[in-house]
Nanobody, 121 residues
Framework: VQLQASGGGLVQAGGSLRLSCAASGFTSDYYATGWFRQAPGKEREGISC????????WYADSVKGRFTMSRDAAKNTVYLQMNSLKPEDTAVYYC???????????????WGQGTQVTVSS
């Protein structure tokens, strides 16, 4: 299984970015994908999660109302649309996935590489 994350960058506060995470190699159609982030000196934080079964998308309170996670089943890709970005959103963002799991993603079997998001004030 491979997860390929992309889309990070530098943006001013109030701006937007969209992250992508393309999955390949899953032998099952049923899995959950989550986005996590880790800021310098802080613990990794789960921020959103979506399943392939169409259940409700989960968001951490810190991003609820600003970030939207979606999924393109045909491309096996999930997206994280990040709006109204704040300097405190600066972190390395990772996607992770686990077969036969629900949201929030409390167990992470597979990880993508991180992508840096930097929000300037």
């Amino acid at each position: 299984v491979q997860l390929q994350a992309s889309g990070g960058g530098l943006v001013q506060a109030g701006g937007s970015l969209r992250l992508s995470c393309a999955a390949s190699g899953f032998t099952s159609d049923y899995y959950a994908t989550g986005w996590f982030r880790q800021a310098p000196g802080k613990e990794r934080e789960g921020i959103s999660c979506i399943t392939t079964t169409g259940g409700p998308t989960w968001y951490a309170d810190s991003v609820k109302g600003r970030f939207t996670m979606s999924r393109d089943a045909a491309k096996n890709t999930v997206y994280l649309q990040m709006n109204s970005l704040k300097p405190e959103d600066t972190a390395v963002y990772y996607c992770a996935a686990t077969p036969f799991f629900a949201c929030p993603l409390l167990v992470t079997d597979y990880w993508g590489q991180g992508t840096q998001v930097t929000v300037s004030s």
